[in-house]
């Protein structure tokens, strides 16, 4: 892993953050998802929150900290890729129209029509590297490089949940309404997190998502 | 039963916070200052997990529509009850029909109402605090407003009127609470800066902007320049955690933050000090000084300690009551 330094620093007295430099790469989140797996059950680990290329690990008050920093460099060299398969989720979208209204300005932005723009979207296939910002809400790879769109100069204030979005390189989708500065494309029925399901969040590291297009309105 | 005839500035049904869901998103929510709701918790021999509501600055009224045995705790308010002064820190019962009042906090930022046994709401995620992003938990997962009314589990600890506290001269730190720096343990990032911006930044009388909430406080003071700048893939964060954005103002990430970020740490507040932080007063001077994991861990500790020995010295006034 010489490439990928895992990086260890502190984030107060009751954490640590083991991280590895971008580009976003699934090559390299399987391996973090490999070193996540492992890390999990040790004595002295809480939690554990996977990022993007980094694990958030939580102790326990009693925990040997230089025992679990050792351990982390240790999986870290031996960590092969998790092979996990994941679920394939089809998202059905409507896109543009009053709830897509960002889907005219970002074709424009690329020289595309907005159906040409919807149908490159819909055209990919996604993998949730990490859930997190907000409840449910994932961190997809896979965005078509083409697509990658700057964000808006200042954020929605509020944006609904359901909203199809793209900011900068990745691709997502609002799991709970909120101000956000990515463009909004367009809309879909699915819920991504619902706190009284007995698995709240629709999503988990490692499953693909497709977008799937139902309509494109002007 | 309590009814709230005003809530001030922003109350909502607050507890310790959500642990095991940040994986998802979901962040802990949970008393800013969590160090005043677990001692009233505490003097009302309740749970540790029990909730509470936390006001805003003061300003709210409510009313005891069944009687109700209280703790208010946090920093004076001017809190009357039936007009006559309410000292904080302090049990006793609310009758019915009685009402409380409370002016305007001057030293401090959040004022705790805990109730005997806490209140009574459902759990959701495996707590009671509002998540005001994902609109759950608490009451309808919002803020609190004129109207709302709110069972306590357990109203009574007994038949008879209480009135007990701890007294200011066996615990000075809740009635002026330490004015040295706040802690911190540098972070991923402090090391992007020299000694002169690391000096900048624990050499500076920092305000709090007017823009803080229980999302992030933002510190109004001299911008900081890091020798590297680095675009960072998004990551776990923590409440307590500062980052500097690329403005080159410090924010520190509170407890209805989001779970991840992508801006800089310099570091992260430790978890003893984050009360103090939760309460200063918008334009009062803060200070940061950084310190070991040890030394934070050590000052955890002695919390836990002091309220232990709240917890254990109020014990007979809960043992002596069926």
């Known amino acids: ?218 | 039963m309590i009814r709230i005839h005003s809530p001030g500035l922003g109350a909502s049904v607050q507890d310790l916070g959500r642990s095991g869901w940040r994986a998802i998103g979901v962040g802990s929510a949970g008393a800013m200052d969590a160090r005043a709701l677990r001692i009233a918790n505490a003097l009302l021999s309740n749970p540790e997990t029990a909730a509470g509501i936390e006001f805003t600055l003061g300003g709210f009224e409510i009313e005891a529509e069944t009687d109700c045995d209280i703790c208010l705790a946090g920093p004076e308010a001017q809190v009357t009850v039936d007009g006559q002064r309410q000292p904080r820190w302090w049990v006793r019962t609310l009758r019915r029909g009685q009402r409380l009042r409370a002016g305007h906090a001057r030293d401090g930022m959040r004022i705790y109402l805990a109730v005997g046994g806490g209140l009574d709401l459902p759990e959701v995620m495996g707590a009671r605090a509002t998540d005001l992003k994902g609109g759950f938990g608490g009451l309808e997962g919002r803020m609190l407003r004129a109207g709302d009314r709110l069972k306590a589990l357990r109203p009574r600890l007994g038949a008879s009127e209480l009135g007990f506290g701890p007294s200011p001269r066996a615990f000075p730190d809740l009635w002026d609470a330490p004015q040295t720096p706040l802690r911190f343990i540098p972070g991923a990032e402090w090391d992007d800066h020299d000694a002169d911006s690391q000096a900048l930044f624990t050499g500076t009388d920092w305000t709090l902007s007017p823009q803080s909430n229980r999302i992030g406080y933002r510190l109004d003071g001299p911008v900081m320049t890091p020798r590297i700048r680095r675009e960072l893939l998004s990551h776990g964060i923590l409440p307590g955690t500062i980052q500097l954005p690329p403005s080159g103002q410090p924010v520190i990430q509170m407890l209805d933050a989001n779970t991840a970020g992508g801006y800089p740490k310099l570091g992260a507040v430790i978890a003893a000090d984050l009360p103090r932080l939760a309460q200063a007063p918008l334009g009062r001077a803060l200070r940061f000084a950084p310190c070991s994991p040890a030394e934070a861990r050590a000052a955890k500790a002695e919390e836990a300690r002091m309220i232990d020995t709240l917890r254990r010295c109020t014990a007979p006034f809960r043992e002596d009551r069926p």
């Open chain 1, 1 to 218: 892993m010489a490439d990928h330094p895992l990086s260890i620093s502190w984030l107060g007295e009751a954490a640590l953050l083991a991280q590895t430099p971008g580009p976003m790469s699934l090559e390299v989140q399987r391996r973090v998802w490999t070193l996540e797996r492992q890390l999990a059950p040790l004595p002295g680990v809480a939690d554990t929150v996977l990022g993007v290329h980094s694990v958030l690990v939580m102790m326990t008050d009693d925990a040997d900290p230089e025992a679990l920093i050792a351990r982390l460099h240790a999986f870290w060299s031996n960590a092969t890729a998790d092979p996990r398969p994941g679920r394939l989720i089809e998202v059905p979208v409507s896109y543009g129209g009053d709830t897509g209204p960002d889907l005219g300005p970002v074709a424009d932005h690329h020289g595309l029509s907005p159906r040409a723009l919807a149908e490159r979207h819909a055209a990919g296939t996604y993998t949730v590297f990490a859930l997190g910002s907000q409840p449910g809400f994932a961190y997809l790879g896979g965005l078509d490089p083409a697509l990658a769109t700057p964000r808006l100069d200042s954020p929605r204030l509020h944006v609904e949940a359901g909203s199809v979005v793209i900011g900068g390189a990745q691709a997502g989708v609002i799991s709970c309404s909120s101000p956000s500065g990515w463009h909004i494309i367009g809309r879909t029925e699915t819920v991504f997190f619902d706190p009284n399901r007995a698995e709240p969040a629709l999503l988990a590291p490692g499953d693909r998502l497709r977008f799937v297009l139902q309509e494109v309105r002007p």
